[in-house]
Structure formats: C-alpha cells, structure tokens
C-alpha cells in the first residue's frame, strides 16, 4: 500500500454521509405509505445508479491524478457506468422490473470497494478513503437492496 497522500477533508466526510440521505428516504417512503412505493423505487433505483456511475468517475479522476496508475482502473472507471445503463434497459423494454436491477446495482456497490482497496495497493489516497468507502458503498447497497426486497 503507498503511503496516503493527505488526509480527507471533514466536509467530504459530512457530504459523503449525507448522500446516504436521499436512499434513506426512499426506504422511509416505502415504509410510510404504500402510494408512495413506485415513486420510492423508481428514484432510490435512479439515484443508486446516478451513484454508482460517480463512483466511476472518482475512480477515473483518482486515476488521472496519479504518478503512475495501474491500467486497470480505466477498464474499472467506466464500468459503473455501462453497468448501470444495462441495469436501466429491462425497465426501457417493459421487462422484469425493478428487483433485478436493483440487485445489479446492489452487488456492484457492495463490491465496489474491492477496486478501492485494489487501487489503494498502487496509488496514495487520502488517509480514511477506505474506510469512507466501505462505510458508504456498504450504506447505500444496502438501503439499495431494501428497495430490491419492497
């Protein structure tokens, strides 16, 4: 592991946290009232996969930033994305959904600290960028799969 390059800035660590927010209340809708329970879905799914795809982008500008990277995480960068848009075609085509795409992007966000860890093997993060991601991917897959489940 390189030695982390500074340490998080408590404001990313605030918002970080803070964007659980917006699935929680989702899962709060669905608990409220049940008229509420397609629009919960449907924006906790649209807001998981908006996401998901940042998470690439992080990944991709984390990756620019350093000396030198490992190749791998441009494949990595781009795949939230392209697996969130396939995640969106079965709703486009009036097949099985939401469950199926809402455990696609469960799975990808709980694995997604893997590529942290990973590239944390290659290049400096700021010190506590792990565990924010373990903290937050794990947050937001799971209040994700909750929806799956509704």
């Not at 590239?119 to 400096?124: E, G, K």
């Not at 903290?135 to 799969?145: E, I, R, V, Y």
């Amino acid at each position: 592991m390189t030695e982390p390059a500074t340490s998080l800035d408590p404001l990313a660590k605030w918002l970080g946290y803070a964007g659980l927010l917006p699935q929680l209340l989702a899962v709060a809708m669905l608990l409220d009232d049940a008229s509420f329970k397609w629009i919960a879905i449907a924006g906790g799914y649209g807001y998981a996969a908006f996401i998901f795809s940042f998470l690439g982008g992080v990944w991709w500008g984390l990756a620019l930033n350093a000396v030198q990277p490992p190749r791998w995480i441009y494949v990595a960068a781009v795949a939230p994305s392209l697996i969130s848009l396939a995640s969106y075609l079965p709703w486009v085509r009036g097949w099985d959904w939401p469950a199926p795409s809402l455990w696609i992007l469960t799975i990808g966000l709980l694995l997604s600290p893997l590529v942290d860890r990973a590239l944390a093997q290659a290049i400096a993060l700021p010190k506590g960028w792990l565990r924010l991601r373990v903290h937050l991917s794990t947050g937001l897959g799971l209040l994700t799969a909750a929806l799956a489940i509704a």
